[in-house]
């Protein structure tokens, strides 16, 4: 089964192809550069350029994979969470597509696709715990098979990407700075600075990070800042430290409630950042478990895990009526997929 994959949940337009679970091509537009200038995702801005960029890149990608579009099987697209505006764009070529070429369609929840998406190139143990650092999320997921993922605790305020974006911000670093932060902090002084390791006296699996962001902050204004300044690397090995223990503290907790699982995996944006891949591995190995994260190329977000969560699961036969609806953040994406 060959299936077409599309994304455009964010900022990033990515299409890719995937047969029998194998990736044969992928390509990807970002718009980094056009936000960088706002210094963070305006909403209208990124749902035209995936306008504007959709269309070339399907083009592309079949040039690519030197096939013709008769030859797609099933056609993927991440339905939500994400912004609206810009799932709507990726949808409604979707859908379209599959009409036209009278294929099957089927709406992909992003979240489950990032966790997923570390099966591209080998075997995803289940049961397993999952992990989502992006931008806009940080959730625990309890992972029972590829159809049958359950959230356990997610941020009640901030991402934890969100975080390192808007610090970066107000230090002049300019977005997203989730890796220069990180690149920062490997130079810096932890103890520098007293960040508070936040929402960890609680018996849940929710996070909290407007309170770290908020004190963070404050010593940013009141150092006054800048990429230049002495105390910056400082600041930023604080910060990738608190919210890398933060996040260790709650999955510690979250392999406790279900001993049954060894297998961690790790996606979104944020696992990249060293120290927090460090230490949820030193997490996982004192259990003699281990921590999967996604290579770093499926890490962000890209046509690749959408099109092999689409080839997973059409495999089991799920699919959607064309009328599915795109889902906004914040908003709970409805169980709605048909078996054929
Ligand atoms: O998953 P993603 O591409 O987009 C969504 O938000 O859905 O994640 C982007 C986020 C940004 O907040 C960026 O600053 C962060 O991932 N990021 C990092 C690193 N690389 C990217 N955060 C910390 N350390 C990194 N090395
Ligand atoms: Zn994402």
Request: charged residues 20%; contains cysteine.
């Amino acid at each position: 089964m060959l299936c077409l994959g599309i994304e455009s949940s964010c900022d990033d337009t990515g299409l890719a192809l995937v047969e029998d679970g194998r990736l044969i091509a992928s390509v990807l537009a970002s718009q980094a550069d056009r936000h960088a200038l706002f210094g963070g995702v305006v909403p209208e801005l990124a749902s035209r350029e995936h306008l504007r960029y959709i269309g070339p890149l399907f083009d592309s990608l079949l040039e690519k994979a030197h096939i013709g579009a008769s030859a797609i099987d099933l056609v993927a697209v991440a339905r939500g969470p994400g912004l609206l505006g810009s799932l709507l764009v990726g949808a409604a070529f979707a859908k379209g597509l599959a009409l036209g070429l009278e294929k099957p369609i089927l709406g992909i929840n992003h979240l489950h696709a990032h966790l997923l998406a570390a099966g591209i190139g080998r075997e995803l143990r289940f049961p397993a715990l999952g992990l989502v650092i992006s931008g806009g999320h940080t959730e625990i997921y309890r992972m029972e098979a590829a159809d049958s993922i359950s959230r356990l605790g997610r941020t009640l305020d901030d991402a934890a990407g969100e975080v390192f974006d808007k610090i970066g911000n107000l230090c002049g670093l300019s977005y997203p700075a989730g890796r220069a932060i990180d690149e920062l902090a490997c130079r810096g002084d932890r103890a520098e600075f007293a960040l508070p390791h936040p929402y960890l006296r609680n018996d849940n699996l929710d996070f909290s990070f407007s309170g770290l962001k908020t004190a963070a902050a404050r010593y940013a204004e009141s150092c006054g800042l800048d990429p230049d300044h002495p105390k910056l690397a400082d600041l930023c090995a604080a910060l990738n430290l608190a919210i890398a223990d933060t996040l260790c503290v709650k999955i510690t907790r979250a392999l406790d409630a279900n001993p049954d699982i060894d297998t961690l995996y790790v996606a979104g944006g944020v696992a990249a950042n060293s120290l927090i891949r460090k230490k949820l591995d030193g997490v996982m190995r004192e259990r003699q478990g281990e921590m999967i994260a996604a290579a770093p190329e499926f890490c962000m977000d890209n046509g690749a895990m959408i099109a092999y969560s689409g080839w997973l699961l059409g495999k089991s036969g799920y699919r959607h009526e064309l009328d599915f609806e795109a889902i906004p953040r914040g908003r709970t994406i409805p169980l709605d997929m048909a078996t054929r």
